[in-house]
């Protein structure tokens, strides 16, 4: 098993979520945040800021835990501004925060949705796998975001 694995790795397979899921790299994105700047602009701003900002479903897995509700959307503004560094893109043609969504596969891990100008920037970009990784404690969030393209079985 260990040597299958190392020869797909070889190959420029990732593993993904228990699946091997083969890809060409097109980009990389990292970005870090501090959780007390998601704090300060939802207590500042409240509905406007989250509407602007995270879709219904982020928010909805973000208001499951109070606790940790600026923390999950700093995690998940840190995979948005990742993904747009992946695109080598910023807020640009007319790109919208919203147009990048994080949310989890049945197993738990992270993945994105891009839908609307994202979608069609990444398409353009030939771009149709999201590898992605998140991490937040109580002061700061990150994420990695790996945009590729799914490379057929040989």
């Not at 409240?46 to 973000?62: S, W």
């Not at 920037?121 to 109580?138: E, F, P, Y």
Request: proline residues 3%; contains cysteine; charged residues 25%.
């Amino acid at each position: 098993m260990r040597q299958t694995l190392e020869q797909r790795h070889a190959r420029g397979e990732c593993l993904m979520s228990n699946i091997i899921q083969p890809m060409h790299v097109i980009g990389v994105g990292i970005d870090m945040i501090e959780v007390s700047r998601i704090a300060r602009m939802i207590e500042e701003h409240g509905a406007r800021f989250l509407d602007r900002v995270f879709t219904p479903v982020e928010q909805a897995y973000a208001n499951a835990s109070p606790i940790q509700q600026a923390q999950r959307l700093a995690a998940r503004f840190a995979a948005k501004e990742a993904a747009l560094k992946a695109l080598c893109m910023g807020l640009r043609e007319g790109i919208a925060w919203t147009d990048i969504e994080c949310t989890h596969r049945a197993d738990g891990s992270p993945t994105l949705n891009v839908r609307a100008k994202a979608a069609e920037i990444a398409h353009r970009q030939g771009i149709d796998a999201w590898l992605v990784s998140l991490t937040h404690i109580q002061l700061m969030a990150a994420a990695t975001v790996t945009a590729g393209r799914k490379l057929q079985e040989r």
